[in-house]
């Protein structure tokens, strides 16, 4: 069996690493207040599902990795897949970071590895760099990876939603629930009973629903008229 020193190994990390870079940290997303679907929109959706969202949100660049990807010698940094937001960079090269919205991608480091700083991606060469807290980095191609823009929650947005429970009779089951950023709000949370029978319209907090049709599987419904006025 190939065994190494602690000192080979420490060689093999170091010669692992490229060129200095220099992280910025400039880039400003695109805010907005959004509302899903859109008012006179007819849904369905099925139990546990969201009927209705209103709140604050991101529209912002992200690094997409279909794959788990890793750079540098002995397994340097391993980004997982999934997506990254950008953080900064200028033109084909970005730095992007983990996020704590569903969907992102994590980042694994090496047990020799320095602590790990951001990620840097040349969207022309496909060149992909973990970079240090040093401004030192680990580097390879890549096939698989893109940038895109996705829409995700702000850190400081408040977010209302209407969730469907199921049908007992004649009675539907709406869950109420609110967030402020990633965290929901367990004190503003309810959950409401409404008898279809004495109407097929339903409301709550401003919010108005007509109801087209309810099992105990899905609900089909159009939007009258959202939480409140937003922007889209």
């Known amino acids: 069996m190939l065994r190494f020193s602690n000192g080979l ?28 679907p859109a008012l006179g929109s007819v849904n ?74 951001v990620i840097e991606f040349n969207s022309v060469t496909n060149q992909i760099c973990g970079v240090t807290i040093f401004n030192l980095k680990a580097c390879r191609k890549v096939d698989g990876a893109r940038v895109e823009r996705v829409v995700v929650q702000s850190n400081n947005a408040f977010q209302q939603t209407l969730i469907y429970s199921g049908r007992v009779g004649s009675k539907i089951n709406i869950g109420y629930r609110e967030f402020s950023g990633n965290v929901a709000r367990p004190a503003f949370n309810n959950d409401v009973e409404y ?29 009258i008229r959202n939480f409140n006025a937003a922007a889209r």
């Not at 209705?52 to 690094?63: I, S």
């Not at 109407?199 to 939007?223: C, F, H, P, W």
């Open 44 to 117: 369905t959706v099925g139990v546990g599902e969201q009927m209705l969202v209103q709140g604050r949100f991101e529209e912002r660049d992200a690094l997409i990795l279909d794959r788990d990807t890793q750079v540098g010698t002995l397994g340097t940094y391993t980004f997982t897949a999934g997506h990254f937001v950008r953080v900064g960079g200028n033109g084909n090269v970005g730095f992007y970071n983990e996020s704590a919205v569903p969907g992102s991608g994590r980042v694994q480091q090496g047990i020799l590895a320095d602590p790990f700083q």
């Open 9 to 36: 190994l420490a060689a093999l990390w170091v010669a692992s690493l490229a060129a200095c870079a220099k992280p910025s940290y400039d880039y400003v997303p695109l805010v907005q207040d959004i509302s899903r």
């Open 195 to 223: 008898d279809l029978s004495e109407s097929k319209t339903i409301g709550y907090m401003g919010a108005q629903i007509e109801i087209l049709d309810a099992t105990n599987q899905n609900i089909q419904y159009r939007v």
